[in-house]
């Protein structure tokens, strides 16, 4: 579905800089769940912003479904299916909930009659829709409220491939648990391929493969089951935690 070759991005105006990604090369595929982590600084949120068109690389070439995208905006690259959670989402002032959601869910091709777009998704995400819905999105809402607004808009898109940075950030234990159970259905939804950073052991478990980039780099890539024990092991402070028990 998508294919990274010789990815190289060194940020404008600084090109004697070390890159932040130097050399990518990934294929994913539809109907595969992958996992993104390693090491803060490591270039996993300039990836993803690299796939959506937000940053250009500086050499290489993206192809999604066989087109060649690597000039293409993010509304372009949003047209073909590809859709982007943010890290730290940004805030719309002016818009309300239940707005962004309709816009959402019109970019999918579904109705956009006004009577409750994105209901649901605001549900699976952990917020009541009443309460939600009629707020605007701005320096009104928390980090995690944002975080959760922006994921069930991604949902509602109903995105061929969607991209999802770290989407357990500033989320409450019980709301986590409910993306938990909607990742686990996304896995389960033919066509499609979902694109996951983080470093949360749950999330690391749910994937078919991990990814794993330091240093601009991918170090490892492979199935769960022959990384996952590698990689918590590596993990620094859960070292600290066992020789502290």
Request: charged fraction near 25%.
């Amino acid at each position: 579905m998508l294919q990274l070759k010789n990815i190289t991005y060194i940020p404008e105006g600084d090109k004697d800089a070390n890159p932040v990604l130097q050399d990518i090369n990934l294929t994913l595929e539809r109907n595969r769940f992958y996992v993104i982590t390693g090491p803060n600084g490591g270039g996993k949120s300039s990836l993803a912003k690299i796939i959506m068109g937000i940053y250009q690389p500086t050499s290489g070439k993206i192809f999604f479904e066989g087109q060649d995208i690597t000039e293409l905006s993010i509304t372009e690259r949003a047209s073909l299916g590809i859709g982007y959670a943010f890290q730290q989402p940004p805030r719309f002032k002016g818009i309300t909930v239940e707005e962004l959601l309709r816009l959402s869910t019109r970019k999918n091709g579904q109705s956009s009659d006004g009577n409750g777009a994105g209901c649901n998704f605001l549900y699976d995400v952990g917020l009541c829709p009443k309460d939600y819905e009629q707020r605007e999105v701005n320096a009104s809402l928390s980090g995690g409220e944002l975080k959760r607004i922006e994921i069930a808009s991604l949902l509602s898109r109903n995105c061929r491939l969607a991209i999802f940075d770290e989407p357990e950030a500033g989320i409450d234990l019980w709301s986590f648990s409910r993306l938990t159970e909607i990742f686990t259905n996304l896995k389960k939804k033919d066509g499609t391929c979902t694109v996951i950073i983080s470093h949360q052991e749950r999330i690391l478990a749910l994937a078919d493969e991990v990814i794993v980039l330091a240093e601009g780099q991918v170090k490892e890539k492979g199935d769960k089951e022959d990384l996952l024990d590698g990689i918590i092991n590596r993990c620094d402070c859960r070292k600290d935690c066992v020789e502290r028990a």
